[in-house]
């Protein structure tokens, strides 16, 4: 983030916040419209999944078991397929928003926890 953001202010230009979920269902929607859901792969046969209809997101990203999505989904589903297209579809979601003038920063999308915790052993006690 910060290198982009770095380089967004050297070239003077705008940093613009997309995620491959929003960029991916706003190209579907150009197309076609209506609801669809973008499930890209996750670890131990998980996908991350979030819904969106007409490119606007209606909750969160979820992470699922892929066999729940497919028996779920009465939607499109867009899946690791759609990515490939390369970063034609981020480039596009980029350009609607800088028109639009609805440019977000760009941020992380974290889409589960961290691994580090704190500490559950005591810190030191200094002595004076």
């Known amino acids: 983030m910060a290198a982009a953001r770095g380089l967004a202010l050297a070239l003077g230009a705008p940093a613009v916040g997309v995620d491959w979920f929003a960029a991916l269902a706003e190209d579907h929607a150009?197309?076609?419209g209506g609801a669809v859901v973008v499930a890209l792969p996750a670890p131990q046969g998980m996908v991350h999944a979030q819904r969106f209809v007409d490119g606007v997101a209606r909750g969160p990203v979820?992470?699922?078991a892929a066999d729940a999505?497919?028996?779920a989904v009465g939607e499109t589903l867009l899946g690791p397929q759609a990515a490939e297209r390369g970063l034609a579809p981020l480039a596009r979601?980029?350009?609607r928003r800088l028109r639009a003038h609805a440019v977000q920063r760009?941020?992380?999308l974290y889409l589960?926890?961290?691994d580090a915790a704190p500490s559950s052993i005591a810190p030191p006690v200094m002595l004076a």
């Open 69 to 71: 999505v497919r028996a």
């Open 30 to 32: 150009e197309e076609h």
């Open 62 to 64: 979820e992470t699922l």
């Open 106 to 108: 760009p941020a992380p």
């Open 93 to 95: 979601a980029a350009r």
């Open 112 to 114: 589960r926890p961290p």
